[in-house]
Every structure is written in C-alpha cells, then in structure tokens.
C-alpha cells in the first residue's frame, strides 16, 4: 500500500504544481487579451471611415489608371502568413497552417510574421521571401514593413496577387482563419446600416454589404489638388492600415484562444486532482481495511 499510495500523492503534487502554471498563464493571457481585442475593436471604424473616403475618391478618378488597383493574369501569388510566435493557444495555429498548406507551391511564394509559420513553411520547403518579427502589441510602424514588401513585390511585377493568411477575432471562443486578398486592390464596398434596435455587437460579425451607391449620400466634394493625387497618397496608406488591422485581430485571436486553452487545462488539472485524491482515499482506505483483518486474524490464531 505504502508504495502505492506514495506513487499518488507525487502524481497529484505534480499536477497541482502543472495548475500552477496553466493558471498563471491564463491571467497573464487574461490580461493580454483584453488590451488586445480592444485595439482590434477601436480600429474598425477608423477603417470603416478610411473606407468611406476611398469609395468617394473612386467615383472622382480614374482608378482603372492606378497601379495598385491592376488586374493582372495570376501567375505568381505571394501569401502572409500572420502566426504567433508561441505555442499553447489550442488549434490556432493548426488550423491557420492547413490553410497555408493548401496553397500551390509551385506558384506560391510566402512571407512569414510569426515564429510558428516561419517553422512550418521551412519544415515543408516552401519559397520563403522574408521573415518578419510581429511583437505581443503590434504599432503600425511594425507592420509597416510588411505591407511595403508586399507593395514592392506586386508594383516590381514579381507577383501578381497579395493574400493576407491571419486568424479572424470573432469573439473570446471563436476565431476562424481568413484569407484575405490585399493586393490588388479590391472594389470599395461598405458594410450596410444595421436595422433600427439591431445594432451590431463588439467581436460579432459585421453584417451584409451593399454597394457604395447604395450606401454613400452623394454629395459633391473637392478634392486637392486632385482626386488622383489623393489617391495615390491614401491608397498606400489604406494598406499599411489593412495589414495593421489584421495583425491586431491575429494577436486578439491568439490570446483568447491561450486563455481558452489554459483555462481549459486548468480545470482538467483540478478534477484530475479530484479523482487521484478519491483514488488516494480508497487505496488508504483498503490498506487500514487489510491490516485490521490481518490484526484480527492474528489475535483469533493465538487464542
């Protein structure tokens, strides 16, 4: 029994110093989180609102003329692959990295931000062009860099198409990998006004989208010194913001996904405790059972 019941109670020390750990990971990526979804939430109507301005500079300029809005036969696709740079966050970066996998490699170059699709990429042999570091809490001079190396690459005519590979903040449970095309330069639409009383919710997906005649009051406005030159200033700088967006979700994604992850663990840990102690009781108990009956027995053999 001694041998037993100590094997438990090592097992059940180890697990309680493992909660420990799993807990303290998941207040620090508590904390993270919240900072991070709210960077991810504030930023979306500054982008609805740089949104608005594009389509109404469109309907002043010829944007047929403009290079980053070129449509060109796809022959080489350039992807991003916005991954975190730790592990212990659930199936993230796992279900991110199926979605990398499936891209033609021999038509695909990739650019990494992010330790764990860096590995991934170089384990699988796939053409690497660059390998950018993304801190905890992205600043838009850090994602900066990547936007204007995809800027190079589609203008030099290395590549044809910019897709954007990042996890989605949907909510603190759900997060989902998207792949969204950065270059060239889609058609401007803007997201439709939700209904009387059924306002959008924080971290919920955005609603329908309806067509920028639809959506825009069409006033006439003045733009200096023209609406082409304002376009060649705001479109670059629409997509270093784009980037930036996406690399706040990725991260508000990574940190809901460990907290869920950690949480998780934590509580497994604890009933995993619960159930060694049960099993501690009943292995103690049927030694003291054992031993009374062998005292027992002992007594009744000598009379």
């Known amino acids: 029994m001694a041998a037993n019941t100590r094997d438990i109670r090592r097992r059940i ?3 309680k110093n493992t909660a ?14 919240r900072k991070a979804q709210g960077a991810a939430l504030a930023g979306r109507p500054y982008a609805e609102q740089l949104n608005k301005v594009l389509v109404d500079v469109q309907r002043h300029a010829d944007v047929t003329l403009h290079p980053l809005l070129e449509v060109r036969p796809m022959r080489r696709e350039l992807v991003v692959v916005l991954s975190t740079d730790k592990g212990l966050c659930g199936a993230l970066n796992t279900n991110l990295l199926r979605e990398a996998t499936a891209y033609d490699a021999q038509r695909t170059y990739f650019v990494s931000a992010g330790r764990k699709g860096q590995q991934h990429l170089a384990r699988l042999k796939r053409r ?10 992205p600043a ?12 190079e690459q589609f203008l030099s005519g290395k590549v044809d198409k910019v897709t954007v590979l990042y996890t989605q903040f949907i909510n603190t449970l759900i997060q989902k990998p998207v792949a969204r095309t950065l270059l060239p330069i ?4 803007l997201p439709s006004a939700p209904k009387p009383g059924e306002a959008a ?7 329908a989208k309806e067509t920028a005649a639809e959506a825009l009051d069409h006033n006439d406005y003045l733009y200096e010194p023209g609406p082409m030159q304002v376009l060649n200033r705001i479109l670059p700088h629409y997509l270093h913001f784009e980037v930036y967006q996406m690399a706040l979700d990725a991260r508000a994604s990574e940190h ?42 002992a007594q ?4």
Do not use: H, W
């Not at 009744?300 to 009379?303: K, N, R, S």
């Open 128 to 137: 690497l062009l660059a390998d950018f570091p993304l801190p905890d809490a």
């Open 201 to 207: 919710q924080p971290g919920e997906a955005q609603p």
């Open 186 to 189: 889609s058609p401007f639409d």
């Open 140 to 151: 838009l001079r850090d994602t900066r860099v990547i936007s204007k190396f995809c800027i």
């Open 256 to 297: 809901s996904a460990r907290m869920v992850a950690m949480k998780s663990a934590s509580d497994n840990a604890q009933q995993l405790i619960k159930d060694l102690t049960l099993e501690y009781n009943k292995v103690r108990q049927a030694g003291i059972t054992t031993e009374l009956l062998e005292i027992s027995t």
């Open 13 to 15: 020390k180890s697990i």
């Open 20 to 33: 420990q750990i799993t807990k303290a990971m998941q207040m620090v990526a508590s904390s993270k989180m």
């Open 300 to 303: 009744i053999a000598l009379g």
